[in-house]
């Protein structure tokens, strides 16, 4: 009977490793639980044979009074982080500086807990977590009921490897369904899930959460032979280890920005929570070399994806006004990093947007990036307010001019009805001069705000002007020969910019950089836009009637014309000087998506192309999405275009109907 009892623990174990480890199940659900009630059985009858490495073990059961504290051999060191494409560029030139070529190992970053195991003549004796990286907690009465780690190796080798447990999203989901059913509080999210879930002093609850696990680190490859880190992923398998499949062994820094924008894109496809991308040098001797800061090893980095949602406090609301005379409540947070970028402030748009979200001076409040552009205030914690925190007022009057504020009937906004309100030429003075409008380097808001205060700029074409103060501009603190030099350089250059950049640039309500070069475009000429009739305007695809009728009246403005002909007369250009619009009948008046790693064009160059030939380009697939253009590794947009019956088109295709 024990030995019955011996063939049933193998014969199981080979079954776990092949379903829950290699996703290729190898008997049926019935015969697997046959085998299993079988073994209890024999293991209730005789329990003085019960093995440590048995699969009964995972069903879970120990009761531990509290967490006993485990130093750990070798250090369990976390990561140094990144946020940003430039800062994965900078990991790698630091490590080129020290004349290494490495290849780097991508994997992702699973949202979960750090585990060590620790395996003696191939059996698990014990596991641990990070803890502060030398001393972590036992956990091993939990780990054992995890079924993807095995009891036992395929080899009776001592080793201990590194890796994450986590929660799939489905089974969070079924788990708060059942929580639901009987009334108990939902679990957040799959990391704390994972996380309350091995800290549970009663094994069977860890058992019923039926947790996931991927191994990723050996800390000491050298001591098996191995000579890098892909070999070292390979050996952990071969024990029967579960290894994550999207790992990819990459050959330069360009090869791992694609690795991180392709797993970026199939993120909400994943059956796991990833929050960024693991990049390891490859070769041991290599990583041995660079070496380790206090903190982190020198070779290696996580690259973190843009955080969906982060908290912070809002510190208090100020008011701006805009170039239009728009007074828009702006929060001041406590600086926090979204979306790669450190957020200090963020819109609030108008009094209603603050009132509805009930916002306070001293909130704690939750931020995200919309679009990945403009940070928004998404909501409140309420939860989180001590009694201190101070309601919101409106002002009534200018923070500029303190005019009265007006609010036009059937509108939410405050305007600053006051035509000559600094604040309002200021504004309308630094959009100008913005990238996306006539782009002039080095005057950026603060320099724009300093030259209008020291009256060398009144007006926009006083931009053009500057060189008559040379002297006095080079006196300035700050200030030099050279950088005045370059500053008035690049005045001089922006006077050859196309015409949508001008147009862009003079600020017309309504009218954005997209439609800014729609018009000219389909005008050419400063002098035929400012002819062009409603009708006419209307007529163009993406002009409506609100625009159209706003750049008429931008332009019947005697001021505004003056402006523009004064820019004349100082040279600037007022002809649209790109590829001419040559509609073509697979792409005029339709909308493409682009997805996946482009081989044969930059995405800016597909986009371009489209654009020539009367087509417009969108980041998201809807039921308007006329063809989605898939690259190598497309993501979720593919999907969802096979799922909405759209067009596929490869970039192959793509390229045919363009030379077609």
């Given at each position: 009977m024990q030995e019955r009892m011996n063939e049933l623990i193998d014969i199981i174990n080979e079954a776990d490793y092949n379903y829950h480890t290699l996703d290729a199940p190898t008997m049926t659900d019935q015969e697997y639980d046959m085998y299993l009630r079988e073994l209890y059985e024999i293991e209730e009858e005789h329990p003085e044979w019960v093995r440590e490495d048995s699969p009964t073990q995972h069903a879970g059961g120990k009761i531990i009074e509290g967490f006993e504290k485990v130093t750990h051999k070798i250090p369990m060191m976390s990561l140094s982080d990144v946020f940003s494409e430039s800062e994965v560029i900078a990991f790698d030139e630091r490590i080129q500086k020290e004349g290494i070529h490495p290849e780097y190992m991508c994997e992702l970053k699973i949202d979960g807990l750090s585990v060590s195991l620790l395996y003696e003549k191939g059996k698990l004796v014990r596991a641990a977590t990070r803890g502060d990286g030398t001393v972590g907690e036992d956990i091993t009465h939990n780990v054992k009921t995890i079924k993807v780690i095995p009891l036992r190796l395929k080899q009776d080798v001592d080793i201990e490897v590194r890796g994450e447990?986590?929660?799939?999203?489905?089974?969070?989901?079924?788990?708060?369904?059942?929580?639901?059913?009987?009334?108990?509080?939902?679990?957040?999210?799959?990391?704390?899930?994972?996380?309350?879930?091995?800290?549970?002093?009663d094994s069977k609850i860890a058992a019923e959460r039926k947790l996931d696990n991927f191994i990723y680190h050996l800390p000491n490859p050298l001591d098996y032979g191995l000579k890098t880190h892909a070999e070292a992923i390979d050996y952990m398998a071969s024990l029967g280890f579960k290894t994550n499949p999207n790992n990819r062994l990459v050959k330069n820094i360009k090869e791992v920005l694609e690795f991180i924008e392709e797993k970026g894109e199939l993120r909400p496809t994943l059956p796991y929570d990833i929050d960024g991308v693991v990049i390891k040098v490859n070769s041991i001797e290599q990583q041995q070399k660079l070496g380790y800061t206090a903190k982190y090893p020198k070779w290696a980095t996580a690259y973190k994806f843009p955080a969906e949602e982060v908290l912070t406090k809002l510190k208090d609301i100020i008011f701006t006004v805009g170039r239009t005379g728009q007074i828009t409540p702006n929060a001041v947070l406590d600086p926090?990093?979204?979306?790669?970028?450190?957020?200090?402030?963020?819109?609030?748009?108008?009094?209603?947007?603050?009132?509805?979200?009930?916002?306070?001076?001293?909130?704690?409040?939750?931020?995200?990036?919309?679009?990945d552009v403009i940070p928004e205030v998404v909501e409140v914690k309420k939860e989180r307010r001590t009694g201190n925190e101070k309601d919101f007022t409106m002002i009534t009057e200018c923070p500029m001019c303190h005019t009265t504020l007006v609010k036009k009937e059937g509108q939410v906004d405050y305007f600053c009805p006051n035509s000559?309100?600094?604040?309002?030429?200021?504004?309308?003075?630094?959009?100008?001069?913005?990238?996306?409008?006539?782009?002039?380097?080095?005057?950026?808001?603060?320099?724009?705000?300093?030259?209008?205060?020291?009256?060398?700029?009144?007006?926009?074409?006083?931009?053009?002007?500057?060189?008559?103060?040379?002297?006095?501009?080079?006196?300035?603190?700050?200030?030099?020969?050279?950088?005045?030099?370059?500053?008035?350089?690049?005045?001089?250059?922006?006077?050859?910019?196309?015409?949508?950049?001008?147009?862009?640039?003079?600020?017309?309500?309504?009218?954005?950089?997209?439609?800014?070069?729609?018009?000219?475009?389909?005008?050419?000429?400063?002098?035929?836009?400012?002819?062009?009739?409603?009708?006419?305007?209307?007529?163009?695809?993406?002009?409506?009637?609100?625009?159209?009728?706003?750049i008429i009246e931008y332009f019947a403005d005697s001021h505004n014309s003056g402006i523009v002909e004064e820019l004349k007369d100082l040279g600037i250009n007022m002809k649209y000087l790109g590829e001419k619009v040559e509609e073509k009948e697979d792409f005029a008046g339709k909308t493409f998506v682009l997805t996946g790693s482009l081989e044969i064009f930059t995405r800016e160059e597909a986009e371009s192309r489209i654009e020539l030939l009367g087509g417009k380009t969108s980041s998201s697939v809807s039921k308007k999405t006329d063809a989605v253009i898939v690259g190598a590794n497309p993501g979720s947009k593919y999907d969802k275009a096979k799922e909405l019956g759209i067009p596929i088109w490869t970039e192959q295709e793509f390229e045919e109907k363009l030379n077609s």
């Open positions: 447990i986590f929660m799939n999203k489905k089974t969070l989901e079924e788990l708060n369904q059942k929580r639901k059913e009987k009334g108990e509080p939902l679990l957040q999210n799959c990391r704390n899930a994972a996380a309350g879930s091995i800290r549970q002093l926090v990093i979204v979306a790669g970028s450190t957020i200090s402030r963020a819109t609030l748009h108008n009094e209603d947007y603050v009132k509805e979200k009930d916002l306070k001076i001293g909130d704690i409040v939750s931020i995200r990036k919309a679009g000559k309100c600094p604040a309002r030429h200021v504004e309308g003075l630094i959009h100008f001069v913005s990238r996306d409008a006539m782009n002039i380097d080095g005057l950026g808001d603060r320099i724009m705000e300093d030259f209008y205060n020291f009256h060398y700029i009144g007006n926009i074409a006083d931009i053009y002007s500057l060189k008559q103060h040379e002297k006095e501009l080079i006196r300035l603190e700050g200030y030099g020969d050279k950088s005045v030099s370059n500053l008035l350089e690049a005045i001089e250059n922006s006077k050859e910019n196309s015409l949508e950049k001008l147009i862009f640039g003079l600020g017309i309500p309504h009218v954005g950089a997209k439609t800014a070069k729609i018009l000219a475009q389909k005008f050419e000429t400063m002098d035929a836009l400012q002819e062009a009739s409603l009708e006419t305007l209307t007529s163009i695809p993406d002009v409506g009637e609100i625009i159209a009728k706003s």
